[in-house]
């Protein structure tokens, strides 16, 4: 037995637990941002608090060698993961329907860009999703769509009055000759916007106006 009571194992005859390396993970996180992670490996006093941590939550002695083999699994899932999303490499497949806990932490650790997520997610789920359904157009295309179907729908007729209004409309006009409503029937029939002026004008002036087109 190690010292604090926990067992200690040698590099080749740990098993990591979900438990140790969240509890690994959490102190590998906490001195990444804190600027202790170099590009030749971590600072002597990582390896220090992590074996600690570890054994203080996990009953748990483990060694240096230990923790860097483990991180080089992290490592090697990173990389993995990383390129199997950035290129669909088939030969990564191994990951696809398999839980990759931590996976926050490891790309904090490993990742130039720090991920957000909600803690373990499978490759699959990492997946960057489509901006849209499938099935479902962009807000542009759908806009462009419904404008093209618009241009290829009838255009509304123009209002056209019956003629039969239009007679009635001049027939009530006062002192107004039966050739002068004939003349103006004429007009009116063929252009509405004639009519809609002649409705415009007060009763009084309709005949001297109609009077004046003739």
Known sequence: MAEGGGKKFGR????????????????????????????NGWKSHVYSAVIGNVREKCSVTITKENISSRC???????????????????KVGFYKNRVIKNWDAITTIYSKDHANGEGAVTG???????????NEASPEMKGSFHDALKSLEPLPLPQVTPPAEILATLEIIPDLARGDILRSYGKM?????????????????????LLMLN
């Open 189 to 209: 029939i063929l252009s509405e916007r004639l009519y809609q002026a002649l409705l415009e004008l007060p009763m009084n002036f309709r005949k001297e106006w």
């Open 72 to 90: 080089k699994t992290f490592e090697k899932h990173y990389e993995a993961i990383s390129k199997m999303l950035s290129q669909a490499n088939k």
């Open 12 to 39: 080749n005859y740990l098993t990591w637990t979900d438990e140790m390396d969240t509890t690994l993970l959490e102190v590998l996180v906490e001195h990444h941002n804190n600027g202790d992670h170099a590009q």
């Open 124 to 134: 699959a789920e990492t997946v960057v999703e489509p901006t849209t359904e499938p």
